[in-house]
């Protein structure tokens, strides 16, 4: 079956707005609804094909993959991390002077390292737990 005229505008939107409930809004579906209209569009197979494929051509074209990625959130996370010196006016010789103090962008760092580990599945919320357990069956019945 084809994409539908307005779940491919929906799919469109999406793509630029990022957004499953704006993007309805914008393809013409009720404001009152768009949220589980938004929900639903994204979960419908051809609406999540035509998103992935859009995807896939906008990356290459970009020469963008995961790798790049990766590579990118590791120097900005390099780049928070680098300390840098706190740059004061010094009242009595009129001149900017280093504080003695340093500062780094923590949050910028703690940002991009959770990225890298959440796309390297570093972070699970359901553990995987074995558990072997010891049966003995004993046929006592006469």
């Given at each position: 079956?084809?994409?539908?005229d307005k779940?491919k505008l929906?799919?469109?939107?999406y793509?630029?707005?990022?957004n499953?409930?704006?993007?309805?809004v914008?393809?013409?579906?009720?404001e009152?609804?768009?949220?589980?209209?938004?929900?639903r569009?994204l979960?419908?197979v051809e609406?999540?094909?035509?998103?992935?494929?859009k995807q896939?051509?906008?990356?290459?074209?970009?020469?963008?993959?995961?790798?790049?990625?990766?590579k990118?959130?590791?120097e900005i996370?390099?780049?928070?991390?680098?300390?840098?010196p706190?740059?004061?006016?010094n009242p009595?010789?009129?001149?900017?002077?280093e504080s003695?103090e340093?500062?780094?962008?923590s949050?910028?760092a703690?940002?991009a390292?959770e990225l890298?580990?959440k796309?390297?599945?570093m972070?699970?919320?359901?553990?995987?737990?074995?558990?072997?357990v010891?049966?003995t069956?004993t046929?006592?019945?006469k």
């Open positions: 079956m084809a994409l539908t779940k929906f799919a469109d939107h793509l630029v707005l990022l499953a409930t704006e993007a309805a914008k393809a013409g579906y009720s009152k609804t768009a949220y589980s209209q938004g929900s569009l979960k419908d609406v999540h094909a035509y998103i992935e494929e896939q051509v906008r990356a290459e074209k970009l020469s963008v993959d995961a790798d790049w990625v990766l990118r959130l590791m996370s390099d780049r928070c991390m680098t300390a840098e706190v740059i004061e006016f009595d010789t009129r001149q900017m002077e003695g340093y500062k780094f962008d949050t910028g703690n940002r390292t890298i580990g796309h390297l599945g972070f699970k919320d359901s553990p995987n737990v074995n558990v072997n010891g049966v069956i046929d006592d019945i």
